[in-house]
């Protein structure tokens, strides 16, 4: 089962909440929250304030995408604002073990992303630490990027790996995600397709998600 997480940071930031309604309408499953810092990533985007209250709303659950360097310093805040799942990105912390169990400890499913040049390898010693694994199809700072085909390569070999360790994970795909791109990354085995300019650019938001639910 194919699950559906369309990206707020293409959504009309005046109208936040008619934005989630759409999400909700259209049959989506998260709500992806993409949290730059300027310094990780070039973009600064939106923080803990403004999660708060779009899991407060409470119409989906909210998926954090930490874009920040050491986030071990704000998974707190970002759990305590009503996050479910946190992610961080490998890159960003010396101590990748300790940020996913610290997420677990606070209550929320853990995940780990990966940018498009990290290899899956770095994965395979916190095997069982995480409940999602993000594989980034785009250089992670922007929206309305187009997909790097390399990368998806890259989510059949997360598959294997853990199926070999026998460990349940999902596997999310973030970037470049469009009724176009997205077979081959269902076909390699995600199964939680992040969607920001597609979904909030289209004209039938409930046809574009069921059309890649489809695709499982
Ligand atoms: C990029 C973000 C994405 C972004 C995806 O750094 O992590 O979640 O919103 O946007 P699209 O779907 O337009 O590539
Ligand atoms: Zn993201």
Redesign the pocket.
Known sequence: MIKVAP????ADFLELRRSIDLAVKAGADYL?Y?V?DGNF?P?ISFGQGILKAVAGYGALPVDA?L?VDRPERYIEDFAKAGARIITVHAEATCHLQRALSQIRALGCLAGVSLNPATSPECLRYVLGDFDLALV?T????????K?LPRAVEKIGEIRRMLESAGVQAMIQV?????LSTAGAMVAQGADVL??????YGSDDPAAFVQGLKALG
């Open positions: 990206s707020l940071l293409s992806h993409d730059m990533v973009n995408h874009m980034m785009v250089n992670p700072g922007f929206g309305g990027q997909m973030d970037g470049g995600v469009s992040v969607a920001g300019s597609a979904f």
